[in-house]
């Protein structure tokens, strides 16, 4: 390996010819070697992605994500293009006073933002239960390598 | 010497000892791309605000609203809400499966060849757009700022980037991120302590603020004197467009911020994926608040000094610091003055990192030579003349286009290219099974395509000026524009959404979708994800 023509030609080998501490997964499916080239230990972390994506708890989880993220994408791209047409289309309607001189145009606006905290505290607060399932399918994940 | 210049120096010197600092520490990729990717959850909040809340927010909608009211508040609201997008459906699938770019999780199924270019190409075209409208509007700012102290335009110009050179050169991600923190801290500060002396200058009551903001006299371009009320919308954005003009402005700013390289960078620079969502937080809280405040900026600049006076005192961007001076003298004019400097130097710097480390990563390691190094260390060191060779040509184009260059719609363009091109690839590479390579690429080339030709076409670049405009009023092409909205959103969104979807239905790619598994998984679990660089 010492002398540069020595090395694999790059079709085969894909492993880093430097890598920092951090760099641990392969990237790009044109990275990966294949099974029948890679060292024991690189055997060893050779996770089964497809029978990790079939596990019950991982489709709980995109599930459960699910649930909460399209509702509310939905929800926040409604509310917020309602601001745009409304003033654009409905100008006397978000003219009209509701404090004093403030108007509805300024208040939608002004509630857009607490609008906006107010999902991603939301967001947060379920996120913590998916992170839980997370753990449980990476341990699971663990225990199937090592069980081969 | 004068204040600003001193207020100016001292930040230099701040941040240049945070670049010293940083330099022993960047050496290796993940240190020098990703700051070790050990920068904790609010810091990295504070760095995105950091990032994110360019010149063309702080002085930019400041003026807007000064001069436009309300309508100019319509940005600010986009901005923040934007990053909804970004929290509930790009950053932390980004962060599991990525590694130091945007493209890493495009090109995690596809052939990494033709994706990765393409997306190197798109980040290297909002990167530089932006970088060019940050360094003009820099040059014009600091000779207006520094006016007494004898700076010319190009000193400014070549002096800010020089300065961004050496903080990514020398300091890679880790002296970008304190840069931009200390930045948001200071910006931050001073537009509070703005905010409240705006306030306290109506005695406190909101009541009587708003009652002057409804009453708000200037002459117009007739030399009429007019009275209008500005809190109400429909002053910048007029019929018979300006409905649909705010829809795609918006359109733009909500899609458009969830792909932008620069913001998707500082992701990789946490710990993990439940980091970067934390991250996100800190900066929706900050940036927020900074927005909402803008409109004080904005409506006291209207009321205190009003629109005359800015008009004759150096223009619409100096509403801030004319409000400052109203309010605070001459000190607190400086200071306002260095923190609009420290905001343009935090961003340029941020997006020459991201310009730099996708040219590297992206084009000259992983399609150039088939994603493996030549030598040790060899991404980094192309990174870094990247870096050099980005911030000359930056300067050189400010110089070329000189201090009266409208150059405003570029940050536009940034935004429009972002949602138009990158994110439908990224959306659909995450989550759409059937996605192939073609998809991606038609979808990234029609974006990009689309935007710029949309903008070229546009009231930004075309339209007939009168005799005399004054040099930043004027429009680069003398005709009438050939496409009625500022902002393309409406049209080069959808159109790159469609791209990817006729690319991806006219091809099939089986290896794609047996990688869809994998992606998967590892996005929604961080499976496999980067760690953190031990101690």
């Known amino acids: 390996m010492n002398d540069p023509n020595d090395r694999p030609s790059q079709d085969t080998d894909k492993t880093a010819a430097v890598a920092a501490a951090t760099d641990i997964a392969p990237r790009g499916r044109d990275e990966a070697k294949a099974a029948d080239e890679r060292t024991a230990p690189e055997d060893a972390h050779a996770t089964d992605w497809e029978r990790v994506a079939a596990m019950d708890e991982f489709k709980q989880l995109l599930a459960a994500k699910r649930r909460f993220i399209l509702p509310a994408t939905v929800f926040f791209i409604v509310y917020y293009f309602a601001l745009p047409l409304l003033v654009g289309y409905a100008p006397e309607l978000m003219k009209r006073p509701v404090w004093g001189p403030v108007n509805a145009a300024y208040l939608f606006a002004l509630s857009q933002f607490f609008m906006a905290w107010f999902l991603a505290a939301l967001y947060v607060r379920s996120a913590g239960r998916w992170d839980r399932l997370a753990r449980r399918i990476i341990e699971l994940a663990a225990r199937l390598r090592g069980g081969r | ?107 995690y199924r ?5 994706v990765r270019a393409m997306a190197s190409l798109s980040t290297l075209t909002v990167s530089t757009f932006y970088m060019i409208a940050q360094m003009v509007g820099a040059g014009s700012l600091v000779t207006l700022l520094l006016k007494d102290s004898g700076i010319s335009f190009h000193t400014a110009v070549v002096g800010v980037g020089l300065l961004m050179i050496v903080y990514v050169v020398f300091g890679g991600m880790l002296a970008t991120t304190w840069v931009q923190i200390v930045k948001a801290v200071l910006l931050m500060a001073g ?96 940036i927020g608040s900074f927005y909402v ?38 000190i607190f004019f400086a200071f306002i003055s260095a923190i609009a400097f420290a905001t343009i130097l935090a961003v340029v710097a941020g997006l020459t990192i991201s310009a730099s480390t996708s040219f590297a990563h992206d084009f000259w390691t992983n399609v150039i030579h088939h994603g493996s190094e030549r030598h040790p260390g060899e991404e980094v060191r192309v990174a870094r003349l990247t870096a050099f060779v980005v911030g ?34 990224i959306l659909f590479s995450l989550f759409w099974k059937r996605f ?33 405009a004054a040099g930043t009023m004027r429009h680069l092409i003398q005709s009438p524009p050939l496409f009625p909205l500022e902002n393309p959103g409406i049209v080069s969104i959808p159109l790159g959404f469609l791209g990817a979807c006729v690319g991806t239905w006219l091809s099939r790619e089986p290896e794609a979708e047996m990688k869809f598994a994998e992606l998967s998984v590892r996005a929604n679990t961080g499976l496999g994800a980067e760690k953190a660089a031990g101690h």
Do not use: C
Request: hydrophobic fraction near 55%.
């Open chain 2, 110 to 114: 596809l052939h990494p060849r033709p």
């Open chain 2, 293 to 330: 405040m803008t409109t004080f900026l904005g409506f006291g600049a209207a009321t205190i000094v009003g629109r005359d006076r800015i008009a004759s005192n150096g223009g619409i961007n100096m509403s801030a610091p004319l409000l400052a001076q109203a309010l605070g003298g001459d």
């Open chain 2, 392 to 425: 000359a040509v930056a300067i050189l184009i400010a110089i070329v286009l000189g201090p009266t260059a409208n150059v405003a719609f570029l940050v536009g363009l940034a935004f429009a290219v972002a949602a138009s091109a990158n994110l439908p690839a």
């Open chain 2, 191 to 286: 537009t509070l302590l703005l905010s409240i002396l705006v306030i306290a200058h109506f005695g406190g009551s909101f009541g009587t603020f708003f009652d002057a903001v409804s009453r708000v006299t200037y002459h117009d371009a007739h030399g009429v004197e007019v009275t209008q009320n500005f809190l109400q919308p429909g002053l910048r954005f007029k019929p018979p467009y300006g409905a649909l003009d705010l829809v795609s402005l918006g359109l733009a700013l909500i899609f458009g911020t969830a792909g932008l390289p620069h913001i998707l960078v500082r992701f990789y620079t946490v710990p993990d994926a439940r980091t970067a969502r934390v991250s996100v937080v800190w900066a929706m809280a900050l």
């Open chain 2, 436 to 468: 192939t390579t073609a998809g991606a690429v038609t979808g990234l080339a029609t974006g990009l395509v689309s935007s710029i030709a949309l903008i070229l076409i546009s009231p930004s670049v075309m339209g007939v000026d009168p005799a005399g």
């Open chain 2, 1 to 107: 010497m004068s204040t600003p210049l001193l207020m100016f120096l001292g930040f230099i010197a701040v941040t240049l000892g945070i670049t010293y600092w940083a330099a022993g520490r960047s050496s290796g990729a993940s240190a020098f791309f990703a700051a070790g990717r050990r920068i904790t959850g609010w810091q990295n909040g504070l760095a995105v605000a950091g990032d994110y809340m360019s010149a063309a927010s702080f002085l930019g909608i400041a003026g807007i609203i000064a001069f436009q009211g309300y309508d100019g508040f319509m940005y600010s609201v986009g901005w923040l809400v934007a990053y909804l997008t970004v929290l509930l459906i790009v950053a932390e699938p980004l962060r599991n499966a990525g590694k130091y770019t945007m493209a890493d999780v495009l090109a």
